[in-house]
C-alpha cells in the first residue's frame, strides 16, 4: 500500500526539546521536474549538546501483516533513520532502521527484521517483538552528529 505524503501532517521534532539548536522542517517537495512527496531539511547543530532532527506522522491505520516498508527517497550523502512508534510520548521506544543515501534516486527495502528498539539513541534489550499492528507514527530523523545542512527527499513509502 502507498502512504499519501501530506506535508501539513508532519510533525517536527529536534534537539531544541532538550536544549539543542538544530532545525528543520517537512515541506512539499519542489526538486526536480517530478515534483512528489516531500522534503526532510535543516540542519544540525552541536550547540548545547545537540544534534538531531526529526519529522514524524500519524497514519491511523496501523500496519497489521505487513513484512517492511519500502522508500523511494534522495539524499546527501548521510544516513538517515526510519522510525516507527506505537504511542506520541517522547519519552516511549522507537523502532528504527538506519539506511545510507546519496545524491541519486534510491529505492531502500527495509523488512521488518532491520528494525531496532531504541530509546534515546541506546538499544533497548527487552523490548519484545516489533509489532506493526500497533505501529501508527512513521518519522525519519538525522541523529549522526555531523553539524550542517541536509536534506531528504522523500518520493514514496510504500507497505510491503
Known amino acids: 500500500m502507498l502512504l499519501e505524503l501530506v506535508p501539513e501532517r508532519w510533525q517536527v ?3 531544541g526539546v532538550m536544549g539543542g539548536r538544530s532545525g528543520s522542517e517537512v515541506i512539499a517537495n519542489q526538486a526536480g521536474p517530478a515534483t512528489r512527496g516531500l522534503l526532510f531539511r535543516g540542519h544540525i547543530s552541536l550547540e548545547n549538546n545537540g544534534g538531531f532532527a526529526s519529522a514524524r506522522c500519524r497514519f491511523a491505520q496501523g500496519f497489521a ?3 517492511g516498508f519500502r522508500l523511494a527517497v ?3 550523502g548521510r544516513s538517515y533513520q526510519f522510525r516507527l512508534r506505537a504511542d ?3 519519552s516511549s521506544i522507537a ?3 538506519v539506511f545510507p543515501t546519496d545524491s541519486s534516486q534510491q529505492v531502500i527495502d527495509l523488512p521488518l527484521t532491520a528494525f531496532e528498539p531504541v530509546f534515546r539513541g541506546r538499544k533497548v534489550e527487552d523490548a519484545g517483538e516489533l509489532k506493526p499492528s500497533e ?3 512513521l518519522g525519519f ?3 549522526d552528529r555531523q553539524p550542517g545542512p ?5 518520493h514514496s513509502i510504500e507497505t510491503r
Open 13 to 15: 521534532i529536534n534537539d
Open 65 to 67: 501483516g505487513i513484512s
Open 74 to 76: 534522495r539524499g546527501d
Open 88 to 90: 506520541e510520548h517522547f
Open 95 to 97: 523502532w528504527q532502521a
Open 135 to 137: 505501529m501508527y507514527l
Open 141 to 143: 530523523m538525522l541523529a
Open 150 to 154: 541536509f536534506a531528504l527527499e522523500v
